[in-house]
Structure formats: C-alpha cells, structure tokens
C-alpha cells in the first residue's frame, strides 16, 4: 500500500541527528515527526521574515497623502 504523504530521505551529520533523537525521546515521539515539525517552523520562520521585509518596504515608501485614512476604508 503507498504512503499517505510524500516522503523524502534526509542525511544529517552526527551531531544534528543526535539532537534530533534527543527531542525525539524529549517528546515521545518519532524522528520523522520531530524533522516534520521543525521544517514547518522553519518555512513559517522564513515566511515571516520575507513578510517583514514587505512590510518593511511598504513603509518607507508609504505616502501619506494618498493613504486611505481607516473611515475611508471602514466608513
């Protein structure tokens, strides 16, 4: 029967894989969830820093004289 989810084969260096194993057992639960998890913490890391950048640009080219005041917006 295939898998449920795509997989992917990851090689660590010694050090990694054994702190890996080390929040594994913190846990109580499998390497592959606690990679799982910490590949989605990291993409929601790197999100919210392009995020950041955006808002960041955003801001210094803000011009208040064409900016919406919020009763514009919001009536």
Same mark, same amino acid.
Request: hydrophobic share 40%; net charge positive.
């Given at each position: 029967?295939?898998?449920?989810?795509?997989?992917?084969?990851?090689?660590? *260096?010694?050090?990694?894989?054994?702190?890996?194993?080390?929040? &594994?057992?913190? *846990?109580?639960?499998?390497?592959?969830?606690?990679?799982?998890?910490?590949?989605? *913490? &990291? =993409? *929601? =890391?790197?999100?919210?820093?392009?995020?950041?950048?955006? &808002?960041?640009?955003? &801001?210094?080219?803000?011009?208040?004289?064409?900016?919406?005041?919020?009763?514009?917006?919001?009536?």
């Amino acid at each position: 029967m295939p898998a449920r989810n795509p997989r992917v084969n990851v090689v660590l *260096e010694k050090p990694l894989f054994d702190a890996v194993g080390h929040l &594994a057992e913190e *846990e109580g639960v499998s390497l592959s969830t606690v990679v799982r998890d910490l590949v989605k *913490e &990291a =993409i *929601e =890391i790197r999100e919210d820093v392009n995020l950041g950048r955006v &808002a960041e640009t955003r &801001a210094r080219t803000l011009r208040r004289s064409r900016a919406l005041s919020h009763k514009d917006v919001w009536g």
